[in-house]
């Protein structure tokens, strides 16, 4: 059972420091489609494919 806690104790360490990282860039709003993508997202793949030419 102490086991069980400790995991959960570290887990829930390792969740907290991530969000904390992470900061105001942070999106919990899921997927987007159309008029919702930010500039960034639409041009990864574009930056992506030049840099692997």
């Known amino acids: ?10 887990f829930a360490a390792a969740a907290l420091w991530l969000i904390s990282k ?13 008029a919702d993508i930010q ?3 639409a041009s990864a793949p574009a930056a992506a494919s030049a840099a692997s030419n």
């Open 22 to 34: 992470g900061g105001d860039s942070v999106d919990m709003s899921g997927e987007k489609h159309g």
């Open 1 to 10: 059972m102490w086991k069980l806690i400790l995991a959960f104790i570290l």
């Open 39 to 41: 500039g960034t997202e």
